[in-house]
């Protein structure tokens, strides 16, 4: 069984840092594509970025555009998946989840029904 485990979040000022890391075990995910998505209360699950099994291709939402970087390495035993957050704003204050697509299709969907594994959840807080 895939499990996800995220790590990294904290209470930072705005305009500060934070690299949040997914760890996957149960199995190699090297082939697929994972993501990260943000939930704040009384708000969907949203779509922050993606990236493809090689990481030669990724995606992101505009909010995010040139503040967030997601990158990976995949290794014979692992996948870590990393999301590095700079300039941070109160707007991006929620709970970040680490998701993968277990599809052999390269693509990176936005909907979050289309990722079929989860980790908990890291709590990411921007005071202004």
């Known amino acids: 069984q895939v499990q996800l485990v995220e790590s990294g979040g904290g209470l930072v000022q705005a305009g500060n840092s934070l690299r949040l890391s997914c760890a996957t075990s149960?199995?190699?995910?090297?082939?697929?594509?994972m993501g990260w998505f943000r939930q704040s209360p009384g708000k969907e699950r949203e779509f922050v970025a993606g990236?493809?099994?090689?990481?030669?291709?990724?995606?992101?939402t505009d909010a995010v555009k040139g503040r967030f970087t997601i990158s990976r390495v995949n290794t014979n035993t692992k996948t870590m998946v990393y999301l590095q957050m700079n300039s941070l704003k109160p707007e991006d204050t929620a709970v970040y989840y680490c998701?993968?697509?277990?599809?052999?299709?390269?693509?990176?969907?936005?909907?979050?029904?289309?990722?079929?594994?989860w980790g908990q959840g890291t709590q990411v807080t921007v005071s202004s």
């Open positions: 990236i493809i099994w090689n990481g030669e291709r990724t995606d992101y």
């Open positions: 149960g199995g190699p995910v090297s082939t697929y594509t």
């Open positions: 998701a993968l697509r277990w599809r052999l299709i390269v693509e990176i969907p936005i909907l979050a029904n289309e990722y079929q594994y």
